[in-house]
């Protein structure tokens, strides 16, 4: 029992996380996911993205719902960012997992230090 309130307070976490910052709750969810060891490393980054899926949907529904999202800012983004979630899920499996790790730390990396600057 003690290992499902763990689980679900890592979630709880994730989704605050996302919905205050808006995103991140994936990074939140990727360290934790990893520490159950059963994973290989492709199925610990689509595990995360399944998770965090409809976590988004619900953060960007409260958002819409509050005022809080400017539909003509954000609609030009839309399409570019459709291609590159399904670019980025058709090049599963073909990228070497040591990459992608390298790719993701230099996203973190650079978010870092973006944000402290």
């Not at 709750?25 to 980054?45: A, E, K, T, W």
């Not at 998770?51 to 953060?59: H, K, Q, T």
């Amino acid at each position: 029992m003690q290992h499902l309130w763990t689980v679900r307070v890592a979630g709880a976490l994730a989704g605050l996380a996302n919905g205050l910052f808006g995103g991140g709750g994936g990074m939140v969810f990727l360290p934790i996911l990893s520490r159950r060891g059963d994973l290989s490393q492709r199925q610990l980054y689509a595990t995360c993205v399944g998770v965090i899926f409809p976590v988004c949907l619900l953060s960007a529904a409260v958002y819409l719902l509050r005022g809080g999202v400017a539909l003509a800012a954000a609609l030009p983004y839309l399409a570019g960012g459709l291609l590159g979630g399904w670019l980025g899920g058709m090049l599963y499996g073909k990228v070497p997992t040591v990459w992608l790790r390298r790719i993701f730390a230099g996203f973190l990396f650079y978010a870092g230090v973006k944000y402290l600057l």
